[in-house]
T-cell receptor
Framework: AQKVTQAQTEISVVEKEDVTLDCVYETRDTTYYLFWYKQPPSGELVFLIR??????QNEISGRYSWNFQKSTSSFNFTITASQVVDSAVYFCALSEENNYGQNFVFGPGTRLSVLP | KAGVTQTPRYLIKTRGQQVTLSCSPI?????VSWYQQTPGQGLQFLFE???????NKGNFPGRFSGRQFSNSRSEMNVSTLELGDSALYLC?????????????FGPGTRLTVL
């Protein structure tokens, strides 16, 4: 069965520090997709990245980077030089291709607080 | 392009009442999914609609239902409200069937049941 674990419930950092949010997933499928979403205090989930299981190349987008390792079933998210605006709850999600229509399974989320 | 819109944004109901929430997807998106978010259970999948058909349903009682119209707009209905139904209800749309496509979320409807 699908499962997503985000072991870090809450993280606090001081502005300009780097921070890594962990995501570990479980799946029986060989084809699956991983996602990260940000949920600021306003409540709307904001899409950050989508990665399929065949693409293990790390990705960098500005201050954001993602490290996908199938060997450890992890898809970690790093924010470099964090800013106060990065304060939010971050969710990792998994979707399996064979669970047609199953939709996403979300992790419990990690609340990130960036202090000035 | 306009994002996913949800109405109303806030709702207060009492136990036993019923409620209908509305979601308008991004133009061109045919799949609409609904999620319930609570502090205790996190984000849980309710159901997904594609071309007016329910494709899948999460583990929720029959009091939770939904439908999709020909213009892809969707509504979800909760009957006989219980205190535990208080939650943020999020709607998401995607181009295809939603299983693996990126889902774009609306701002949510915050339902409070008294």
């Amino acid at each position: 069965a699908q499962k997503v674990t985000q072991a870090q419930t809450e993280i606090s950092v001081v502005e300009k520090e780097d921070v890594t949010l962990d995501c570990v997933y479980e799946t029986r499928d060989t084809t699956y997709y991983l996602f990260w979403y940000k949920q600021p205090p306003s409540g709307e989930l904001v899409f950050l990245i989508r990665r399929n299981s065949f693409d293990e190349q790390n990705e960098i987008s500005g201050r954001y980077s993602w490290n996908f390792q199938k060997s450890t079933s992890s898809f970690n998210f790093t924010i470099t030089a964090s800013q106060v605006v990065d304060s939010a709850v971050y969710f990792c999600a998994l979707s399996e291709e064979n669970n047609y229509g199953q939709n996403f399974v979300f992790g419990p989320g990690t609340r990130l607080s960036v202090l000035p | 392009k306009a994002g996913v819109t949800q109405t109303p944004r806030y709702l207060i109901k009492t136990r036993g009442q019923q409620v209908t929430l509305s979601c308008s997807p991004i133009s061109g998106h045919r799949s609409v999914s609904w999620y319930q978010q609570t502090p205790g259970q996190g984000l849980q999948f309710l159901f997904e609609y594609f071309s007016e058909t329910q494709r899948n349903k999460g583990n929720f009682p029959g009091r939770f239902s939904g439908r999709q119209f020909s213009n892809s707009r969707s509504e979800m209905n909760v009957s006989t409200l219980e205190l535990g139904d208080s939650a943020l209800y999020l709607c998401a749309s995607s181009l295809d069937q939603g299983g693996t496509d990126t889902q774009y979320f609306g701002p949510g409807t915050r339902l409070t049941v008294l």
